[in-house]
């Protein structure tokens, strides 16, 4: 809705040090779910969300929606392999909400924490309809 963001949560793993290790783009569809629920299973993560709505998907990407400005200072994990985590926390809900994915997940080795970024605004389009007279739909090809 106009006033929203979403942005990116990619599911990582660390190495024993706790650095960056890679983004878990094997993750399965069940497992990806699977560790979304999990999370919100954490009441120190939901209590990290505050008002952002964690929204677990299929496989390694899920998305966090809020209102509001754009959260600042997310770096993405592609741009930082092999450094610490603890390094690129960014300030405020969403350092907090990485930090409590990490507890959440410790252990699990599927996957180690989030890491949220690529945060955009909604776009406040003109309907299509108004803007030339014509219906229109999208047709999406299934597996």
């Known amino acids: 809705r106009p006033g929203q963001f979403a942005m990116r949560c990619n599911l990582v793993r660390l190495d024993e040090n706790g650095c960056l290790h890679e983004a878990c783009p094997d993750i399965s569809a069940e497992d990806g779910l699977a560790l979304g629920q999990k ?5 120190a993560f939901r209590e990290a969300l505050g ?3 964690y929204l677990p998907q299929r496989g390694f990407r899920h998305l966090l929606i809020g209102e509001g400005a754009l ?5 993405p994990p592609h741009n930082v392999h092999g450094a610490a985590f603890s390094e690129y926390l960014p300030q405020g809900i969403i ?3 990485m930090e ?15 890491w949220p970024w690529g945060a955009g605004m909604a776009p406040d389009y003109e309907p299509f309809a108004e803007k030339f007279g014509l219906s229109g739909a999208v047709i999406r090809r299934c597996p």
């Open 39 to 43: 999370l919100l299973e954490s009441q």
């Open 51 to 53: 008002a952002l709505a």
């Open 71 to 75: 959260p600042a200072g997310m770096t």
């Open 95 to 97: 350092g907090r909400l």
């Open 100 to 114: 409590a994915s990490r507890e959440a997940l410790r252990g699990d080795p599927r996957a180690q924490a989030v």
